[in-house]
C-alpha cells in the first residue's frame, strides 16, 4: 500500500469492518478475463479465517471456481463524502478490506451446515439454526480459505 498510514493490519480492526458490511465481492478469473460477483456472507476469523458464500447449484462462477479457485474478495463500509469548495476538493472516506486465497465447494453435510450457520449469523445475530434436508440437497456453499487480506481507512 503506497500510503502506509491508511494501512489497517490489525486483525481485530479488519473483523470489525468486515462485521459492518452487507455483501463482499469475490474477482474470478476465466482464462485471463475477469469476472467479479457480490455475494452474501459469512466470516469465520480467528484462526478459522475463511469466508462462507452460498448459491445455486448451477452458474458461471461454478464453472470458473472449478477451473480456478483463485480469488480476490473485497469488503468496504462506513462511507461518508467529504464535501470541498471545488469539484476536485471533494472525497470519500471508508474502510476497506481486500485479500486473497482459494475458494472450494463444501460437499460434507456437517460443513455445509456450520458454513450457513455463520453466514446466517452474520445477518440475524442468531445460532440456533435449524435446516430442511431438501434445502442442504439445493444449496451449495463455497468455503474460502483466506491466505492474506489487508485493510484501508480514509
Known sequence: MRR??????????????????DVCRIALSDNNIP??????????G???????????????????????????????????????????DFGMGYRSVVGWGRIEIITEEEEKMRG???????????ADF?????VLNKTIVLRLDIDEMKGKKC
Open 35 to 44: 469476472y467479479i460477483v457480490t455475494m452474501n456472507f459469512g466470516y469465520a
Open 46 to 88: 480467528g484462526s478459522l479465517n475463511k469466508l462462507y458464500f452460498h448459491c445455486a447449484r448451477e452458474g458461471k462462477k461454478l464453472e470458473i471456481i472449478r477451473k480456478n479457485n483463485v480469488v480476490c474478495f473485497q469488503f468496504d463500509t462506513d462511507h461518508k463524502l467529504e464535501e470541498g469548495e471545488n469539484a476536485c
Open 130 to 134: 435449524k435446516y430442511k434436508q431438501d
Open 4 to 21: 502506509k498510514e491508511r494501512e489497517i493490519t490489525d486483525i481485530a480492526e479488519i473483523g470489525s469492518i468486515i462485521s459492518r458490511c
Open 116 to 126: 450457513l450457520d455463520c453466514i446466517m449469523s452474520h445477518y440475524s445475530d442468531r
